[in-house]
């Protein structure tokens, strides 16, 4: 099967190897914590908060306005659709996602307009499809292509893997994170090798090295890992 990559600055394609095993694990934990959601966000916001504001490359500010912006965004769309179509919204530094299918245009161009009236909002990437709503094998399917693209990224040794955002949609994977040139490449080429995965659209907001640097100034993090030398993880606040 041919894996086709479309970004809003980048066409890559290029083979790179996967370890199922990992995949296996990541995946597993991915169905635990959706099993177990609700526990979840509690325990991420009394333990986990300083952990995920610290390895993130957004700002504190950032990641609030996101999380801000989704949960809008999900309860306008809901109140729209009225149980017509199955949407997701991902925010990432103010750059929103909307993937998922709707049974008309008329539907897809409300969304469309209601994302893009909340405030703070920076850019929208309307991905929903016209057409009858996803399977549950479906949507199963997409998050094990999810777990595996996860995998692949913390396997590579040039890619910090916490800096990506990943959204699969119908074998579409979709990235967003701010990250450099190189890394946008690389992320792009080894999400395209990964089986399943029909088409990678990239929706980065692109930074140069210095600037790279300038997020972890003042901090023991190491936001990615030189070439030839082995991974690394960021120290914990």
Same mark, same amino acid.
């Given at each position: 099967m041919t894996h086709r990559t479309e970004t809003l600055r980048t066409?890559? &394609?290029? @083979? +790179?190897?996967? +370890?199922?095993?990992?995949? &296996?694990? %990541?995946?597993?934990?991915?169905?635990?914590?959706?099993?177990?959601? &609700?526990?979840?966000?509690? &325990?991420?916001?009394?333990v986990g908060g300083t952990a995920m504001v610290a390895t993130d490359r957004r700002t504190a500010g950032a990641q609030l306005e996101d999380q801000t912006i989704q949960v809008k965004a999900a309860t306008q769309i809901s109140n729209a659709l009225r149980g017509n179509g199955n949407v997701s919204v991902n925010s990432y530094n103010q750059q929103v996602l909307i993937t998922g299918q709707v049974p008309t245009e008329a539907y897809k161009q409300q969304i469309q307009q209601i994302v893009s009236s909340i405030a703070n909002v920076k850019a929208v990437a309307n991905e929903v499809v016209v057409g009858p709503n996803s399977t549950?094998?479906?949507?199963?399917?997409?998050?094990?292509?999810?777990? @595996? %693209?996860r995998a692949s990224f913390i396997d590579d040794k040039q890619l910090y893997s916490q800096a990506f955002k990943i959204t699969t949609s119908a074998g579409i994977v979709y990235l967003q994170g701010i990250v450099t040139q190189d890394e946008a490449d690389q992320a792009a080429a080894v999400a395209s090798a990964v089986s399943g995965v029909q088409k990678v659209v990239t929706l980065f907001d692109i930074i140069t090295p210095d600037q790279l640097q300038g997020i972890y100034s003042n901090t023991s993090q190491t936001p990615v890992t030189p070439a030839g030398s082995a991974p690394t993880t960021p120290a914990k606040p």
């Amino acid at each position: 099967m041919t894996h086709r990559t479309e970004t809003l600055r980048t066409h890559v &394609g290029a @083979k +790179s190897r996967f +370890s199922l095993p990992r995949a &296996g694990l %990541v995946l597993m934990a991915a169905i635990a914590a959706t099993q177990l959601q &609700g526990c979840f966000v509690l &325990g991420a916001a009394a333990v986990g908060g300083t952990a995920m504001v610290a390895t993130d490359r957004r700002t504190a500010g950032a990641q609030l306005e996101d999380q801000t912006i989704q949960v809008k965004a999900a309860t306008q769309i809901s109140n729209a659709l009225r149980g017509n179509g199955n949407v997701s919204v991902n925010s990432y530094n103010q750059q929103v996602l909307i993937t998922g299918q709707v049974p008309t245009e008329a539907y897809k161009q409300q969304i469309q307009q209601i994302v893009s009236s909340i405030a703070n909002v920076k850019a929208v990437a309307n991905e929903v499809v016209v057409g009858p709503n996803s399977t549950l094998g479906e949507e199963a399917n997409d998050t094990y292509i999810t777990s @595996k %693209v996860r995998a692949s990224f913390i396997d590579d040794k040039q890619l910090y893997s916490q800096a990506f955002k990943i959204t699969t949609s119908a074998g579409i994977v979709y990235l967003q994170g701010i990250v450099t040139q190189d890394e946008a490449d690389q992320a792009a080429a080894v999400a395209s090798a990964v089986s399943g995965v029909q088409k990678v659209v990239t929706l980065f907001d692109i930074i140069t090295p210095d600037q790279l640097q300038g997020i972890y100034s003042n901090t023991s993090q190491t936001p990615v890992t030189p070439a030839g030398s082995a991974p690394t993880t960021p120290a914990k606040p």
